[in-house]
C-alpha cells in the first residue's frame, strides 16, 4: 500500500548490442559486444527504480544481487557520463532527495526462484542487514512481477528499440537490422552505451504518468518528506552498522592464517590463487591456522581487510608478485589464471598481467586482420580471372565484367565470433563495472 512496503527484484536482456574498440597493430578493430543484462529493484507503489547494474558476463551471480540491493538502500553512486552526455534535472535516484532515502530499508523483496537468489548470501546478509522478508515465485512467471516488467518494457520503448543496433522484441521483429553489424558500423561503444541506461532509467523516475496521479515517482516520494497529505510517514530507515559489519556493497569471504613459525614462514593469506602479506599479520605467529573474514572490494582485489570472527581489524594486507601493478577485479584475475594454466597467455616473472593480456588480445586481432585481408584479395583475383574467361568467350563487355566482380567481391566482415566471445570475457570487466 506504501513505498518501500514491497520491492520487486528481477533480470533482463536489454534489445540491443554494442561494441567494443580493440587497439591493434593495424589500427582500432571493432567487435560488437554480447546483449547487456540488467539487474535492477523497483518499488512497487510508485514503480521507482531503486537501483540497477549492468552485467557483461552470460550469467549473473549473487555478488551482483548483493549490490543491486546495496544501492537499493540509498548508496546509489552517481554516474560518469563519457560520452559528452548529461542528466536531467528532473530524473534522478531516491537517495538525491536526502535522509532518510540515504540508508533506507524495505520490508519484502520478491524475486524468482533462480539460483543466484537462493544462495546464502542474498539469504543471510542481505535479509539480516536490510531486514526484509524474501517472497520466492516461480521460474518464467513474470507477472508476478509486473512492476518491474513494466520498467523494463517502458526502457526498451523509450531508448533501446530506437537504436540502430537494437534486436527488436524477437527474431521476426521488422526492428531487428543485423544489430550486429549496426553496432560495428556506428561504433556504439561500451561507455556510450552506459551512459545510455543510465540516462533511460534516470529519466524513468522522473517522469510524469497515470500510474502517479500526473507526477513523478521522485515527486511523489519528495511529497511523503513534506508530509503533503498530512498522514505522516515512518520511514523504514536502518540503524547504523556495528563497527566491523561491513555493507553489502563489499564481498565478505572466510580465509585460513596459514605460516609456519618453525621454518620461518610469516603468517599470510591466500586468496584467489595469491599470496597477501600485511605488516601486523607478519608478527601475529599466534593467529596461525585460526580463521577470519576479509572485506574484499570487488572492483579492486589488490588488498583486503582480514577481519577477525568477533569484529576486530587484523590487518590490511596486500597482494605480492606481478598481481600487485594494475588494479583488477575478482572475475578478471579469475579470467587470466585460466588462461595462463590452459597455455593461451604466458606471462613473464614480475609482468603484469592484465597488460600481457591486453597485449596478447591486440596481437591476435591484428593476425587475423591480416589473414583475412590476404583472403579478400585472393578471391578478388580469382574473380577477376574467372570474368576475364567468361568475357571473351560470352561476348560480355569490360564494364559489365567489373561491376560482377565488385559485386561478388562484397563480402561481409570476416566471422570474429570464436574471437568475440574470447575478448569480451576479458574486457567487459575493465570500464568499472563487474564483468
Known sequence: MRTLDIVELDEHKCH??????????????????????????????????LAYK?????????????????????????????????PVARGGYPSSLGIPFTWCGFNQLLVDNALIHLAR????????????????????RFERRPVVEGVFSALEVAGFHRLPSTTGKGPHDPLRQDAEGAAIKTRLTLNEALDLIEAVVADHNGKQGKRNFGHSPLQRLQSLLDDDDGLGMLFPELPPLPVGVPDLGTAVEPLTIRGDQARGVR?????????????????????????????????????????????????IVTVR???????????????INKLIRDGYLRVEYDQDPVVAHLSVISERLGRRRKKADHGLQHNLSSLAEEQRIRAGSAGVTAAQ????????????????????????????????VSP
Open 267 to 315: 603468517p599470510h593469506v591466500y586468496f584467489e590463487e595469491e599470496e597477501y602479506l600485511g605488516r601486523e599479520l607478519a608478527q601475529a605467529w599466534g593467529l596461525i591456522g585460526r580463521q577470519v573474514l576479509a572485506h574484499v572490494d570487488r572492483s579492486d582485489i589488490r588488498s583486503l581487510r582480514l577481519v577477525s570472527e568477533v569484529g576486530v581489524l587484523v590487518d
Open 54 to 86: 549492468a552485467i557483461f558476463r552470460r550469467e549473473a551471480d549473487s555478488e551482483d544481487v548483493l549490490e543491486v540491493l546495496d544501492a537499493a538502500t540509498g548508496k546509489h553512486r552517481v554516474h560518469p557520463y563519457a560520452s559528452g552526455m548529461r
Open 401 to 432: 565484367c567489373l561491376d560482377q566482380v565488385l559485386e561478388q567481391s562484397r563480402t561481409p566482415e570476416p566471422d570474429l565470433a570464436d574471437d568475440a566471445d574470447w575478448v569480451l570475457d576479458g574486457l567487459t570487466a575493465l570500464n568499472g
Open 321 to 335: 608478485g606481478r598481481w600487485r601493478h594494475s588494479p583488477h577485479s575478482r572475475d578478471i584475475r579469475r579470467h
Open 16 to 49: 540491443f548490442v554494442g561494441s567494443i574498440g580493440i587497439p591493434t597493430p593495424e589500427g582500432i578493430r571493432w567487435l560488437s559486444m554480447q546483449r547487456i543484462s540488467l539487474i535492477m529493484a523497483v518499488d512497487r507503489a510508485y514503480g521507482t527504480v
Open 121 to 140: 548470501p542474498v539469504l543471510g546478509r542481505a535479509r539480516d542487514l536490510i531486514g526484509f522478508d524474501i517472497n520466492y515465485g516461480p521460474v518464467r
